[in-house]
């Protein structure tokens, strides 16, 4: 199915050849009806035969269009989710996402207290003004932006789940502590709300991830 059709479109076509098949069948039966009228039998024979036959091929071809619409719907949604999927990928993997995380490993170490070591780390960041604050906060940013894309289904839960499942919650407990200080200094408590939504949702379909307070430090 070409890109510029949308999903709107093909639910649109779709309903519009229901009602086609709907009004024909209205204006066959009418046919029909009219028929009935004539005085001559052999007649009324004729069109109700004509009228049932040409009714029933009718809807048969318009129902199996209205499907067709319908499945194209359904394609045209996987792809859009294979596209979105391979560019959060590549995005996740791509130069500047590899020396973010480089970077935080760089600030937080290993170890059960990376939090709070990238915590104290961004704190500091933050007051002198560094460059290198906005530059890790974008790791954040990228999770949250692929939370609110699943939420607006712009990308199934599902494939997320399968490809970076683990690194969602292992980043969130990585930056929980970070992100409550970040509510606290901004009075702000929706500040990643989304991406902690989306950690929380993993956690519950993962039930093998550790709990917050036993994660021993990042793996990713």
């Known amino acids: 199915m070409p890109s510029r059709w949308k999903d709107s479109d093909l639910l649109s076509a779709a309903v519009f050849i229901w009602g086609v098949a709907i009004l024909l069948s209205v204006l066959l039966g009418s046919a029909v009806m009219l028929s009935m009228t004539s005085p001559d039998s052999d007649l009324v024979d004729v069109v109700v035969a004509l009228a049932t036959v040409g009714s029933a091929l009718a809807n048969i071809a318009l129902t199996v269009a209205a ?3 319908l ?3 359904g394609e045209s949604r ?3 989710n294979a596209a ?3 560019d959060l990928s590549q995005r996740w993997d791509n130069e500047h996402f590899r020396g973010v995380r480089d970077k935080i490993q760089e600030f937080s170490g290993l170890g059960a207290d990376a939090g709070i070591r990238l915590k104290d780390r ?3 960041l933050r007051s002198n003004g560094g460059a290198d604050y906005r530059r890790l906060l974008t790791e954040p940013g990228f999770l949250e932006d692929l939370a609110i894309s699943i939420n ?3 990308i199934y839960f599902d494939i997320v789940k399968d490809s970076l499942g683990y690194i969602v919650w292992d980043r969130w407990c990585l930056w929980q502590q970070t992100v409550v200080d970040l509510r606290t200094q901004k009075n702000e408590p929706t500040i990643f709300e989304h991406f902690e939504g989306l950690a929380y949702r993993m956690k519950a ?3 093998n991830l550790p709990d917050l307070d036993k994660w021993d430090g990042p793996k990713s």
């Open 78 to 80: 996987r792809d859009r």
């Open 205 to 207: 379909e993962m039930p």
């Open 122 to 124: 961004m704190i500091e």
């Open 152 to 154: 607006y289904g712009g």
């Open 67 to 69: 499907l067709l619409a």
């Open 84 to 86: 979105a999927m391979t």
């Open 71 to 73: 499945r194209s719907i």
